[in-house]
Structure formats: C-alpha cells, structure tokens
C-alpha cells in the first residue's frame, strides 16, 4: 500500500499468521499439544507450521487479536478505511502474512525485523476443540520509531479512531502511549481491548497508565473480572467493575468514556460515564450453525469499531458489533463470510 492514503482506522498489536488445519490425537501427541489449549511454542513445537503446511491442507489466516479486528471493521466499510500495523519477519511468513490481508482488503504498514521470523500460531482442530501454538518471534520487536516515522506518523495525523490490541502492553508501550496522547491532544477516539485475562493481572502498571486515555475500553467477562482483582474492587459483579471503569479519571474530558464488556451467549454490559448501565442481549444463532467461536470476540471489537468510525449510535454500534460476531461464529476460525454480508439494523436491538 502507499502510505500517501488516509485512513479513518488505525489499529495498532501483533501480527501472528494463523496456520489452521483439522488435526486428530497422534497429532496432538506428536508435538506435546492437549486437545483445548493455548501456550507459547517451545523449541520442540517448531515443527508444527510446515507439518499443518505440508501435511494438513492447512488455512492461512492473518491472525492476532487486533489484525482480527481490523480485518472485520474492514469488511463492513468502504475500502482503504483501515490500516493495520505491527512488526513481521523478513521472510516468506510474512509474504503470506501480506497476502492474505490483501484477500481481505486490509492495508498493513509492517515494521520488517531481519533478526526474528514472523510470529505465527499453529491451530490445530480437533471436533469442537482447538489447540493453539505460538510463535510470537518479530511481532515482540515493534519500535516506537517505526510508528514516529514521518510515512506512518502522517497516517496517525489523518486517522480518527485509534485501536490498540492489550497483547500489545507486552511490547511498546511507548507506541501505545503515542497514539493515546495524540487521540486525547486532537479529540480522536482511543479504544484499548483488554485482550486476555494476564493483561490486568500481570501488566496492570501498563494497563494503568493508558486508563485516563480511554475512550472506548473492550474486554469480556474473564479479563474484565481479572482487572478487578489486581486493582482490588473486591467484587465479580460485572455491572460493578463496568461502572468503576466507566467513572476512574479522564484525559479528555469532551467524550465521555464507554465501556463495553461482553460475556459470551449472555448480554453484553454497556456503562457509559456518567450514566445508567445498559445490557444489549446477543444475537441469537441455532446451535447446529455453530462452526467456531474463536474470534467471535474480536469479530466484536471489529463491528463496534466500524459503527464509531461511521458515527453511529452506541446502540447501532454494540448491534453491528453483534451482527458481525454472529457471523464469525459461523465460519472456520476468526474469519468472515467469503460473500460479503452487508449489515442491517436488528429489529430487536
């Protein structure tokens, strides 16, 4: 992509290839995997991407949290509304890794590290279960002077949302930093996900030091009740927790702060600052349509974020969020249906 575009949608983590492929017990076996798991691959698992390359039919997806997001806020809007960026390898990972955003109309700005390969997650299905092994290799070594720089910073002069992954607490806080000062300095819309449960638990002082930024904060049910118990609130209630997050100290103080928790089939808690707390139930999907609900949450975030790039109400917003996870569910992994769907208002929203 040129990088003279202009984006409505930034969105900032780490770029993993996802390599996904139906697997069976000897499998899971050969490589030291269990059947509902995910872990980060030691040497002995190194194996495992060319095996499902080679050997499994295996699907390419480009993966990580936000990549997922940003792929799906991509599908509902007009195309070159997103841009996506982390830090790849120099290597054919990566190639593939930029083919197939380019399937998904996703524009990527990549940092290139020549000293560690493309990060890449290994997924190997078995029924209903799937056991997920990654490799986060480049995507640990994105810079803050790759986002400084003069191609890239003009592309976060022109964005109007920002969207940062929480997995990327983990890596440049100084680049997370960046974007927050520059949404709260020129009225932009800043949005964090909380991403996982280790993220509060293990990162709070990171997580802390973008709170004040937020204008949108993201999480499920698991992560959101991990932020409460590292920082002490002494309750599970999930209403409670969206209702301190909603209120702790702001930045900008022209937007009020919207905080949006979802808790899989059961409705999703909305607390905005200074308001009554809504719940939105989800849509309802038949259980033999289920195929996967890997990525439903970031099929979430993507919806959500394409209504607040389009201005729409929060209603309609967390409702395209809903619509877009319902239709994630139904395809093999965090992907969205090949012919493309077009959103509609739900009547029960």
């Known amino acids: 992509m040129s990088p003279t575009k202009s984006y409505a949608l930034l969105c900032l983590e780490n770029p993993l290839l996802d390599i996904q492929a139906?697997?069976?017990?000897?499998?899971?076996?050969?490589?030291?995997?269990?059947?509902?798991?995910?872990?980060?691959?030691?040497?002995?698992?190194?194996?495992?991407?060319?095996?499902?390359?080679?050997?499994r039919g295996a699907k390419l997806i480009a993966g990580g949290a936000a990549q997922n997001t940003a792929r799906g806020a991509q599908y509902?809007?007009?195309?070159?509304?997103?841009?996506?960026?982390?830090?790849?390898?120099?290597?054919?990972?990566?190639?593939?890794?930029?083919?197939?955003?380019?399937?998904?109309?996703?524009?990527?700005?990549?940092?290139?590290?020549?000293?560690?390969?493309?990060?890449?997650?290994?997924?190997?299905?078995?029924?209903?279960?799937?056991?997920?092994?990654?490799?986060?290799?480049?995507?640990?070594?994105?810079?803050?002077?790759?986002?400084?720089?003069?191609?890239?910073?003009?592309?976060?002069?022109?964005?109007?949302?920002?969207?940062?992954?929480?997995?990327?607490?983990?890596?440049?806080?100084?680049?997370?930093?960046?974007?927050?000062?520059?949404?709260?300095?020129?009225?932009?819309v800043f949005v964090l996900n909380l991403s996982a449960p280790f993220i509060p638990q293990f990162f709070k002082e990171q997580i802390d030091a973008t709170s004040e930024y937020w204008d949108y904060i993201i999480g499920n049910e698991t992560e959101a009740m991990a932020y409460a118990d590292s920082h002490g609130l002494g309750t599970k209630d999930i209403k409670s927790i969206a209702k301190h997050l909603a209120e702790l100290p702001k930045k900008n103080?022209?937007?009020?702060?919207?905080?949006?928790?979802?808790?899989?089939?059961?409705?999703?808690?909305?607390?905005v600052q200074g308001q009554e707390i809504k719940e939105f139930p989800v849509h309802v999907i038949a259980k033999e349509e289920i195929c996967d609900t890997n990525g439903a949450g970031d099929a979430f975030a993507a919806g959500l974020l394409a209504g607040v790039v389009e201005n729409k109400s929060l209603d309609e917003s967390i409702d395209m969020g809903q619509w877009l996870a319902s239709l994630s569910i139904k395809e093999l992994g965090p992907s969205y249906p090949s012919s493309k769907q077009v959103y509609t208002p739900s009547t029960s929203k």
């Open 22 to 55: 139906q697997g069976d017990a000897s499998l899971l076996e050969k490589y030291g995997l269990k059947a509902n798991d995910a872990i980060l691959a030691e040497d002995k698992h190194m194996g495992l991407y060319e095996d499902l390359l080679a050997n």
């Open 76 to 188: 509902i809007l007009p195309p070159s509304s997103v841009v996506y960026i982390g830090c790849v390898g120099a290597d054919q990972t990566a190639s593939d890794l930029r083919s197939a955003c380019s399937a998904a109309g996703l524009d990527v700005e990549y940092l290139v590290d020549t000293t560690q390969p493309t990060g890449r997650c290994g997924v190997i299905i078995t029924g209903h279960d799937r056991s997920m092994c990654t490799h986060l290799a480049a995507a640990n070594e994105y810079k803050l002077e790759h986002l400084k720089s003069p191609a890239i910073w003009s592309l976060v002069e022109q964005a109007r949302v920002y969207y940062v992954g929480g997995f990327h607490l983990t890596v440049c806080v100084p680049a997370v930093m960046a974007l927050a000062e520059e949404a709260a300095a020129k009225d932009k």
């Open 253 to 271: 103080k022209g937007r009020k702060r919207t905080v949006v928790i979802t808790q899989g089939t059961d409705p999703t808690v909305v607390a």
